[in-house]
């Protein structure tokens, strides 16, 4: 749910890594040789989901919050999960696509790894989850970490830019929200939105003009380099070569073109989960509505936050709920349950699939990391 914060700090270490290697696994919770910045990383995003949790919950009536969930017609979580499933499959298989110029993988062995992935993203903190496949993905099929890594952060990008569209489509909804309405602690909707689109504008011109003019960006990276320590530079350009090599599936208008449309599906069939838990509570909005709501529900978690995003991702939702006139109970208590409906399937998942890849709970070899 965070689109690209916690992809890119994984990738600014995984290519400062340099030429070490280790035989010891590495935490994925202490993080990178660095357990105090980690510690820290983790209470201070525990403090932030605090503090995004009592904006929104304050003055919330217990009981009326818990008459909401115990009322709740929990079958509609079902066909709501398997809708969710199914979007995870599509997001195989943008992987498998984005992959493609690198090896061909079969959709079918992309998906379990994916399920890896976030599963790692809802229990660690910083997206460690990314790091996670991009190692799992190494270990079956070879794929450099740092190519991976580079669709990934490319996927987050395509992902955040479907998600503004869902905003921007509700537009004229958001102008009339007055007073309180649409806020997210002291955040307001339209600020998330104004940032996450100079934020992912950037960040999709950046990735489109260096896989469109791989030799002027390596031309770029290597007079870069010539600033870095000479014991790193020849790592780095390796490294920074094989990113590129990542970003192929961007030089064509097609791929491209291809890679958005997958994105848009995924998001839409992500929506339709939204839906059918709505079904579940006395309350209804438009389809639209539910766009709106899981946008601005994904692009708040790109605010720090505890691992599994608890905090900005609710009060999101919550705000956008208010807005449109549900009361507060009836909105968190539909948060909580699509919350838990989102996390709980594909945590438990990824975490079988983890298990049959013989890698501990919470580690991930540095050795592999640093290649």
Known sequence: MD?????????IVIISAGKRSYSTPLSVRQGYNQPVMKRWQFWIGVLISITFLYAALNGLELSDFWEKVQGANYWWIIPGVLVYFMAVWARSWRWHYMLRPLKDIPTKAMFPIVTIGYMGNNVYPARAGEVLRAVVLKRREGVPISAS??????????????????VFLNLGELARFSGEAGLIGEVTIQDIALWSTVFFVIALVVFLTAAM???????????????????????????????????????????ALMIFITSLVIWLLETVKFWF??????FEVSFFTLMLVNGVANLATTIPSAPGYVGPFDAAIIAVLEGFSISTAQAAAYALVLHVALWLPITALGAICLGREGIKWGEIPQGEVSS
């Open 3 to 11: 689109l690209m914060r916690g992809t890119l700090l994984h990738s």
């Open 149 to 166: 890594l580079a669709t990934i952060i490319v996927e987050r990008v395509f992902d955040g830019v479907v998600m503004l569209s869902f």
């Open 213 to 255: 003019f791989p030799s002027l960006t390596k031309q770029l990276l290597a007079w870069f380099f010539r600033f870095v320590p000479a014991r790193y530079r020849d790592r780095g350009l390796a490294l920074s070569s094989r990113f590129l090599d990542g970003l192929e599936s961007l030089r064509s208008p097609k791929d």
């Open 277 to 282: 838990v709505m079904q579940a509570f006395n």
